[in-house]
Structures are given as C-alpha cells and as structure tokens.
Nanobody
C-alpha cells in the first residue's frame, strides 16, 4: 500500500515562508508525478501545484511566483516551498500520487 506523509505546516505571519514535505513510501516514486492540493474551510479542495516525473512544474495562478514545487527522488520526497504567504493561503495541504492521498498538514497564515 502506498503511503504519503506530509509535514512542515504551522502558523506563520503574512509575508512569511514555510516548506512542506511529502514523503512517499512503498512505490517506485521516480516514475510518478505528484500534486499538492489544499482545502480551506468551507471550500472545495483545489490543485495548487504539480511536478511530473520529468520534473516539469505547473502552478495555479494564485500561487505563481510565490510557491515552488520540487522533488528529491533519492529521498522519495516532494517539497512545496511557500513564500510571501497570505491569509488566503490558510488551508489544509495534501499531497497526492496517482490515487493516493496523504493525511494533510495545516497551514495557517495570520498575524
């Protein structure tokens, strides 16, 4: 069974930064693309960023220029570097590989 474990969430002030990690277990990680999603209270889950197996990246418009997705195949890990955070970035962030989801990590941006 494929398992994804997110970490790195927390409370940060507006303008601050966080780096989320998604560690993947029990699959051939390097052949898969990985997505980061987020879900804010009362809203639908939305796709934030994607990294393909080849390392190409795609971002939703609201995070372009602020977030960077990357991967380390030696560590079976995908990262989401989040800079210039805004209160509207507050959400639970999930990583997804194929049809498998992690448990999520809370990001709260507040002064």
């Amino acid at each position: 069974q494929v398992t994804l474990v997110e970490s790195g969430g927390g409370l940060v002030q507006p303008g601050g930064s966080l780096r989320l990690s998604c560690r993947v277990f029990r699959t051939v990680f390097r052949v898969y693309g990985v997505d980061w999603y987020r879900q804010a209270p009362g809203k639908e889950r939305e796709l934030v960023a994607t990294i393909t197996s080849a390392g190409s990246t795609i971002y939703t418009d609201s995070v372009k220029g602020r977030f960077t997705i990357s991967r380390d195949n030696a560590r079976n890990t995908v990262y989401l570097q989040m800079n210039s955070l805004k209160p509207e970035d507050t959400a639970v962030y999930y990583c997804k590989l194929d049809n498998n989801w992690g448990q999520g990590t809370q990001v709260t941006v507040s002064s």
